[in-house]
């Protein structure tokens, strides 16, 4: 599916949303399969007037969230803002993922306004696999503001882990933090490459900090030694 897009993948036709709601909006509903890894599975969700994807509601359970361009063209190499946030989880919605295991599983989350992914409000969700702020070759910035913002946002999970088949993300090139934790409190942020190239060679700097923590406690960064992160170059 092209949301937010012409025909051809490659211009914006917005579709003209309120506040507060997203191109892609699943509000109280759960076990949701959107994209996925096989041929064809892939959405561009970029150009819209506001979110781009919004997961809204404590009954919001359980659905997956991986192999998806967020902010860019079909190419994922040039960005096609939505004009907020990429995604954004709120209003307590809860033990969602973002992202997956395999490359095929990969979210673009790349070029939005705001945040590429904005927690809000919201727990238990588990994050990983993912670009975010470069293009689909992990080759060039295509900032988002910040990569990814807790703003009152409990035990969520941040980055790789094979126990439960996360990938680490790779969070680079944004204009802001890499990460951004407000008020959040009991979060893991283990095993995610911050401010370089997924290969682990290149700077591609956030403009801020790596990760910054305001107002915030009991939050886990690095775990071990195993499952550390990358954060480089910022």
Not at 64 to 89: E, F, K, W
Not at 170 to 185: E, K, T, Y
Not at 197 to 206: E, F, G, V
Request: glycine residues 16%; hydrophobic residues 35%; negative net charge.
């Amino acid at each position: 599916n092209y949301i937010g897009l012409d025909a051809t993948g490659l211009a914006a036709i917005p579709n003209s949303i309120s506040d507060g709601a997203g191109a892609l909006s699943i509000d109280n509903s759960d076990d949701h399969l959107v994209g996925g890894s096989s041929t064809g599975a892939i959405n561009v969700i970029s150009g819209n007037s506001w979110d781009g994807v919004k997961f809204s509601g404590t009954a919001v359970v359980g659905n997956v969230l991986s192999g998806n361009y967020i902010g860019t063209d079909i190419t994922g190499l040039l960005a096609i803002p939505n004009n907020r946030n990429g995604i954004i989880l709120s209003d307590g919605a809860p033990n969602n993922i973002l992202g997956g295991w395999k490359k095929a599983e990969e979210n673009i989350i790349s070029g939005n306004a705001n945040a590429g992914i904005f927690i809000k409000g919201s727990n238990d969700n588990k994050i990983g696999g993912n670009l975010i702020g470069l293009d689909a070759l992990g080759h060039n910035r295509i900032p988002n503001m910040t990569g990814i913002y807790l703003e009152k946002a409990t035990n969520n999970y941040i980055g790789g882990d094979p126990d439960i088949e996360l990938s680490p993300n790779v969070i680079s090139g944004n204009n802001g933090d890499g990460i951004f934790l407000s008020s959040s409190d009991f979060n893991h942020v283990t095993t995610n490459i911050i401010g370089l190239n997924p290969n682990i060679i290149l700077q591609i700097p956030n403009s801020k900090n790596g990760i910054q923590i305001v107002s915030s406690r009991n939050n886990i960064i690095g775990e071990s030694s195993e499952i550390g992160n990358i954060i480089c170059g910022n």
